[in-house]
């Protein structure tokens, strides 16, 4: 047992192994905040003694899943030297929960599988818990917008995706881009490129940020980044696209995840095998989109493929599907039928954060709770002036129309009201229209 410190209420002394296995240690000791342990019952022997004081416990934090049969996927990658721990261990019928609360250095990435979420210990049944997180989308998912979804129970949040050149020049914009509030975590921060050498040197900036991981974007499928080999583009050179992962790996302070699609076109569909290549290079987490690049956003997701990823044996990862949930029945059914870990809504949250909670009530077996006028146009009002706050009122008052059709879908004869809202320059202008609107619908 180490030493106790009433401080960090030192228990148990567990990941200390990493520098006998010669791994460098981080200059600076780094707070990693909270990780939650999930182990195979037959190491019942560690912790009983715990079981009893801290089975009511509630903590929320980072999830991590662990499916080998140890502490550790890869028990010769520990974290270097562990400084401060907290620890509950929490005996339940197959598995034990560890909340470990740290600072330590390291010098390699934990060697864990991040599900990102917030959990309440005493009911949950992680088998059958699905994350759901914000699909990110450039200028929408901005800290505005994210901040609605988070308070609407999102459990997980990625950035717009940022270019690692601009972000290497101190483009201001995508310095923006890349700001969250402490209350977003977990968030992960979202960078694209082609270039090798361009996405290393951005890793400082992005780590700096202190986000929860890093995601990379390999799916986006827009001409102006796919026709530069980045996104969804890399797809027709997977060699470069998993060195470069790897790479970043290796170098990231931070979990690595990556967000992609089945393949480049209907007669390029390699995501299966790409999963389990993208696995061994050693992402935590893979999102998959349920297109092909030249698909674009056209057709229907294709989900069958992201259930054979999630399938397959070989697969330990957690498996996010993403494409076409745009009601909680469908990211039920998805849930359901394809056995995903997370399921990352995109369009299906444009203007409708309530999607996140009325999905979380259909997981609980609830059901959904009705929104009234007066709350559609009250939340819209707040984003409206976060974004003015935020982004300055001529960019907000132009990206706010991209929401404005979810705020008021189902409203009869609507385009009364729509067509000056987007036509609108000004927060003095479309603030009337707002109160209209709820005036109009209220009373009807």
């Given at each position: ?205 992005v780590e700096a940020q202190e986000p929860d ?157 009705p929104v009234t006028v007066a709350e559609r ?68």
């Amino acid at each position: 047992m180490p030493h106790y410190r009433q401080r960090y209420n030192v228990l148990v002394g567990v990941l200390s192994r990493g520098a006998e296995q010669g791994h460098p240690l981080g200059t600076q000791p780094r707070r990693v905040g909270h990780i939650f342990l999930i182990v195979p019952r037959h190491h019942g022997a560690v912790g009983q003694q715990y079981r009893r004081a801290h089975m009511e416990s509630r903590i929320g934090g980072i999830g991590v899943v662990c499916r080998s049969h140890g502490l550790f996927h890869q028990p010769t990658l520990v974290v270097g030297q562990l400084v401060h721990v907290f620890i509950f261990i929490i005996l339940y019928d197959t598995c034990f929960f560890l909340h470990i609360s740290f600072y330590c250095c390291f010098g390699t990435r934990l060697p864990l599988f991040l599900y990102l979420c917030n959990l309440k210990m005493e009911t949950l049944d992680f088998g059958k818990y699905c994350v759901l997180g914000l699909s990110p989308m450039d200028d929408i998912t901005d800290l505005p917008f994210r901040q609605l979804c988070k308070e609407f129970g999102a459990d997980l949040l990625i950035t717009e995706f940022i270019a690692s050149e601009a972000l290497n020049r101190e483009a201001e914009k995508s310095y923006r881009k890349m700001r969250f509030t402490p209350d977003q975590h977990p968030i992960g921060i979202q960078i694209f490129g082609a270039d090798e050498d361009e996405l290393l040197r951005c890793l400082d900036i992005v780590e700096a940020q202190e986000p929860d991981f890093v995601d990379i974007n390999w799916g986006c499928p827009v001409r102006k980044v796919a026709g530069k080999g980045a996104g969804s583009g890399i797809l027709k050179d997977i060699t470069k696209m998993l060195r470069i992962t790897e790479a970043l790996v290796k170098r990231s302070r931070l979990p690595v995840t990556v967000k992609t699609r089945l393949g480049y076109d209907d007669g390029d569909k390699p995501i299966v095998e790409l999963a389990e290549r993208l696995q061994d290079v050693g992402i935590a987490a893979l999102s998959i989109h349920g297109r092909t690049k030249t698909q674009m956003y056209q057709g229907s997701a294709d989900w069958t493929l992201i259930g054979e990823v999630k399938n397959n044996p070989r697969m330990h990862i957690p498996i996010f599907g993403n494409g076409d949930i745009t009601t909680p029945a469908q990211a039920i059914e998805a849930r359901h039928r394809y056995g995903v870990d997370g399921i990352l809504i995109g369009r299906g949250a444009i203007g409708n954060p309530w999607i996140f909670e009325q999905t979380q009530r259909l997981l609980r077996g609830e059901e959904e709770r009705p929104v009234t006028v007066a709350e559609r146009v009250e939340v819209c009002r707040r984003h409206l002036l976060a974004a003015v706050e935020f982004k300055g009122e001529h960019t907000a008052m132009f990206e706010m129309r991209k929401h404005y059709g979810g705020y008021f879908k189902g409203f009869r004869d609507f385009k009364q009201f729509r067509i000056p809202m987007v036509n609108t320059t000004t927060l003095d202008q479309i603030l009337p229209i707002l109160d209209r609107v709820a005036e109009h619908y209220t009373n009807e």
